[in-house]
């Protein structure tokens, strides 16, 4: 399915909000809002609308930005599951834009909203109107929703866009949470000892300079550590900081080296299993979602790559979209890979076979998202006594090593 790419950039961003009261054409009173770069430019849209409008105003914007939050991607999941219920419903697309559009406590929400709204009004396609806002809406959204305006079933698709947006945050909410924790823990550790190691350490070397006797090999130690940090502290932050900032800038920049760090990631102990699994669960997923959506497998594959969030699987996927293209069944072009478990190869097969591929890669999609969710889980139990492990060891080390040389002073006084 050939999909016409527009590079138009939304205007959301730069527009105010105007809120208006006018008369339509059977002559009932209306209002609501709009967004619009002056109050002219509003008046204008107002009456292509076949709207004469009485009042029109500037929507003073809330103190200190309140309401004006970052739009998200859980944002763009719920606005999804909103329509979708609409839709069913039987509510026509652009009364269902607009309610949604009212009822969001976001300013910024609100305002993309109803720039959608405004383009569906004037006849626009809903994939062509949200192309026109590739930060919040990806090709692989926009590919979905053309598919449903083109076969007529544009509810049900967006049944299964809100399903898969659902399912896709949950994933990242639990892959999130794998990581943040142990990290954050860590981070305040680290913090933890620094300060130990500039502001106490040094106290108890003014004591221990008045002893006059020999300190144990461990305490020389913590304090050539507090020493060292106290006279390079500031080189070594610089110095730190400067190789954070060169990584993340090469990162940003080199696809080889992302797909370095893709490739070491899932070598990871633990992580690496949770990444992989993540992995195949959003390639499941995807491609269920645009093969049941009435995509072609080849474009399917394109999409599964887009979303698998990893370079190892990306490649994998882009070298079985090579073969199937070559005639070759996706099974055994997925076990050519070496990279797939035999289930998931199974399950593609039987699916081939059957002709529900779509239904056996949602049932792999779930398989896996369940594993993930049980994995985060154990993961979470047993890090919380590893993490207290390391924290008593690092800490209660740097408690040890002061005071040895007052318990050993003590048994040379008795």
Known sequence: MAVAKNNKKT????????????????????????????????????????????KLKKKPKPLFGGGAKKITAKDIAVMTRQLATMLSAGVPLVQSVELISKGNENANMRRLLMEVGLGIQSGTPLNEVLRQHPKYFDDLYCDLVMAGEQSGALEGIYDRIATYKEKSEALKSKIKKAMTYPIAVLSIASIVTIILLIFVVPQFQEIFASFGAELPAFTLMVIGMSETLQAHGPKIAVAVAIGIFVFVRSYKNSRKLRDKVDAYLLKMPIFGMILN????????????????????????????AGASGNAVYRNAIMNIKAEVSAGMQMNIAMRNTKLFPDMVIQMVQIGEESGAIDDMLNKVATVYEQEVDDAVDGLSALIEPMIMAFLGVVIGGLIVAMYLPIFQLGKIVS
């Not at 339509?24 to 619009?36: M, Q, S, T």
């Not at 959003?282 to 995509?295: D, E, H, I």
């Open 11 to 54: 205007k959301v961003a730069e527009q105010d909000i105007f809120i208006w009261q006018g008369v339509n054409r059977r002559g009932l009173k209306v209002n609501g809002e709009l967004p619009a770069e002056s109050i002219k430019a509003a008046r204008d849209t107002l009456k292509q609308q076949g709207i004469n409008p009485t």
């Open 277 to 304: 699994k993540a992995s195949l669960a959003r390639f499941a997923r995807t491609l269920a979602t645009t093969f049941a959506a009435g995509v072609p497998l080849i474009e399917a594959l394109d999409s599964a």
